[in-house]
C-alpha cells in the first residue's frame, strides 16, 4: 500500500532509501554504540578490552569464518583491540552524528555514501574475525548504497567524453525539450493535495524512528533513577529492542549515554523544523503537515468568502398580489 508505485515514481524509491537509511539503520547504529558506552564505560570501550571475551568466544565456538584473524589479533591485541575500538565507536555513534548534523546540507549524499561503504566494511570484518549473524545487514547495505546508480552515471560520463566533439545545435536540443517535456498548469489545490499512502509513510516513518531511540533513552533514564540495577540491562525485546550489541557491563556509565540520546534528539529536531530543502527525509514529514494546515485554511477561506457573498446579496423585496 506504501510503495505500490515504486517502479513508477522515483520520490518513493527516494523515500524508501531515506526510511532505510534514517528510521532503521541510523537508530540501530547509534543505540548499539551508546549502549556500549552506557554499560561498560567509556575506558574500556577506548582501550578495546571489550573485545577479548568476545574474540576468545568466536575462537572457542567456532563462529569465525577465518579463526586464524582472531587468533593473530589477540596475539596483538595491545595495538590492534585499540584500533578496533575507536574505529567502532566512530562508525556507530560519529557517522549516524554526522548523517543527522548533515541532513540539512546539500553534501548528505556524501556522508550517506561513505555511511554506506563504512558499514559494509565494517560488517565485512565481522564476518571474517566474529561471527555471520550480521551478513544480512550487508544485504542493506548494498541496496541503501544502490551501486547500479554509480555504474549507469559512470557509464553516462563515458559516452558524454566519446561524443564531446559532437555537439549538436542548441536550437534543435530547445525545441526537442519542448516537444518531449510539455509543460503542464497545476492548480494550488492539486499541488497541496494529500494522499493516504503520504500519511501512512510519514507515520511509519515517524514511528520506528521514534520507537527504535525511545526504548534505549528509557533504559538510561531507569538506570540513572535506579529503578534498574547497573549491571541489568531493561530490553523489552518487541517490538523493538534496546540494541546493545556487545555491551557487556564493566564499569556503566549511563550519563554520558543519556546525553547522547538527548543530542540525537536535538538534531533530528532542528533537522525537522528547518527550511531547507535539502533535507529530503524530515522535510517530506514537516511539508506533508504543512500541506494538510494550508487545506485546512483554503477551505476555510472558502467558506468564508461563501458567507460573505450570501451576507452582501440584498434580499428582492416580496412582490404583492394583485
Same mark, same amino acid.
Given at each position: 500500500f506504501v510503495v505500490f508505485d515504486l517502479q513508477h515514481k522515483r520520490s518513493t524509491a527516494v523515500w524508501l532509501q531515506t526510511y532505510l537509511l534514517v528510521s532503521i539503520l541510523v537508530p540501530v547504529y547509534y543505540s548499539s554504540g551508546v549502549g556500549k558506552i552506557g554499560y561498560s564505560g567509556i575506558e574500556i570501550n577506548l582501550s578495546g578490552k571489550w573485545l577479548v571475551p568476545v574474540m576468545k568466544a568466536t575462537i572457542q565456538n567456532n563462529y569465525s569464518s577465518y579463526p586464524q584473524m582472531a587468533s593473530f589479533v589477540l596475539q596483538h591485541k595491545s595495538w590492534i583491540l585499540p584500533i578496533f575500538s575507536l574505529g567502532n565507536l566512530t562508525f556507530e555513534i560519529g557517522f549516524p552524528l554526522?548523517?543527522?548534523?548533515?541532513?540539512? =546540507? =546539500?553534501? !548528505?549524499?556524501?556522508?550517506?555514501?561513505? !555511511?554506506?561503504? =563504512?558499514?559494509?566494511?565494517?560488517?565485512?570484518?565481522i564476518l571474517v574475525m566474529m561471527s555471520k549473524n550480521f551478513l544480512p545487514s550487508v544485504l542493506l547495505c548494498i541496496f541503501g548504497l544502490d551501486p547500479l546508480r554509480y555504474i549507469l552515471a559512470l557509464n553516462k560520463i563515458i559516452q558524454q567524453r566519446r561524443n564531446g566533439q559532437q555537439q549538436p545545435d542548441s536550437n534543435n536540443t530547445i525545441q526537442q525539450q519542448n516537444t518531449t517535456t510539455p509543460i503542464v498548469a497545476v492548480s494550488s489545490t492539486s499541488t497541496f493535495s494529500i494522499r493516504c499512502r503520504d500519511w501512512v509513510r510519514v507515520g511509519v516513518s515517524c514511528y520506528v524512528w521514534f520507537m527504535s531511540l525511545y526504548i534505549p533513552t528509557l533504559s538510561q533514564v531507569a538506570h540513572l533513577l535506579g529503578y534498574v540495577q547497573p549491571t541489568r540491562d531493561r530490553d523489552p525485546w518487541f517490538?523493538?529492542?534496546? %540494541?546493545?550489541i556487545f555491551a557487556n557491563p564493566y564499569k556503566p556509565n549511563f550519563l554520558p549515554s543519556f546525553c547522547l540520546m538527548l543530542l540525537a534528539y536535538a538534531l533530528t529536531m532542528y533537522t525537522m523544523t528547518t527550511n531547507?530543502?535539502? =533535507? !529530503?527525509? %524530515?522535510?517530506?514529514?514537516?511539508?506533508?503537515?504543512?500541506?494538510?494546515? !494550508? +487545506?485546512? +485554511?483554503? /477551505?476555510?477561506? #472558502? #467558506? /468564508? /468568502? #461563501? #458567507? /460573505?457573498?450570501?451576507?452582501?446579496?440584498?434580499?428582492? @423585496? @416580496?412582490r404583492r398580489s394583485r
Open positions: 554526522l548523517l543527522m548534523i548533515m541532513m540539512t =546540507s =546539500s553534501r !548528505f549524499y556524501y556522508a550517506r555514501t561513505l !555511511f554506506y561503504v =563504512s558499514a559494509i566494511g565494517f560488517h565485512i570484518t517490538p523493538f529492542s534496546e %540494541w546493545k531547507n530543502n535539502n =533535507s !529530503f527525509c %524530515w522535510n517530506h514529514i514537516s511539508n506533508s503537515v504543512k500541506k494538510y494546515i !494550508f +487545506k485546512i +485554511k483554503m /477551505e476555510k477561506a #472558502e #467558506e /468564508e /468568502e #461563501e #458567507e /460573505e457573498t450570501t451576507t452582501t446579496i440584498p434580499k428582492s @423585496p @416580496p
